[in-house]
């Protein structure tokens, strides 16, 4: 999840920067689900959403392992992440449920162009946001937004099979997705969760109203 307030942030870049490095290697998911079968992404994601599940729900019910956990992370997560008084869960266990659902849902040039942008652009604009971040949207930055943009629509260019312009748009919508910071009922929902589905979501409309005869190449990487 990008985090780039301006003024006095609890966060420190390196700590930013190693959560984010970790947040990248997610990308992972997308190399190899280019490489593998729908049915066998769903056994490999499948048990690795459900570990992360059990643990997020397992440290805000086992006092030893919630100071555990909070002790050893604590540098690196977000506020509502240190919150105790109701069940938090972290970026991982939204990450894999995005990459879940993405699979199961949609086509697999679409869920691996919108699970990219979560990947590598969410941390783009994280990372610029929290060193350069001046001009503020919200609870966000203009630079940082600027940054997943860009890095979004680099990879929209270089995925194949995606037509150009719904890569365009799909890129749009999850830099507005991203600096927005959906809410329902004041409850801020994770970016993890909201760009790749987002976006995918309008990818795939696009394809059903202005390019149907063209879904089918969708379903498999080249």
């Known amino acids: 999840m990008s985090m780039r307030y301006s003024g006095n942030l609890r966060h420190s870049f390196k700590f930013e920067l190693a959560r984010k490095i970790i947040h990248l290697a997610s990308i992972s998911i997308a190399i190899i689900y280019c490489n593998i079968t729908r049915e066998l992404a769903l056994v490999l994601l499948v048990p690795l959403f459900s570990g992360f599940l059990l643990v997020d729900l397992l440290k805000n019910f ?96 270089v995925v194949p099979r995606l037509d150009l312009f719904a890569g365009i748009i799909t890129a749009l919508v999850a830099t507005a997705v991203e600096a927005l910071s959906l809410r329902i009922n004041g409850f801020k929902i994770d970016d993890n969760l909201t760009i790749p589905l987002a976006s995918a979501l309008v990818c795939y409309l696009y394809y059903l109203l202005v390019l149907p005869h063209k879904l089918p190449l969708l379903e498999a990487c080249p």
Request: glycine share 6%.
């Open 62 to 157: 086992i006092r030893p392992l919630s100071r555990w956990y909070h002790k050893t992370f604590a540098p690196m997560l977000r506020e509502h992440e240190l919150e105790r008084e109701h069940v938090q869960f972290n970026g991982a266990t939204f990450i894999t449920l995005s990459a879940l659902l993405l699979v199961l849902f949609f086509p697999k040039i679409i869920a691996i162009t919108c699970f990219s942008l979560v990947a590598v652009s969410d941390t783009m604009a994280a990372l610029v946001g929290k060193r350069f971040g001046r001009h503020t949207i919200g609870e966000k930055s203009l630079e940082g937004s600027l940054a997943f943009l860009i890095s979004s629509l680099i990879i929209v260019a």
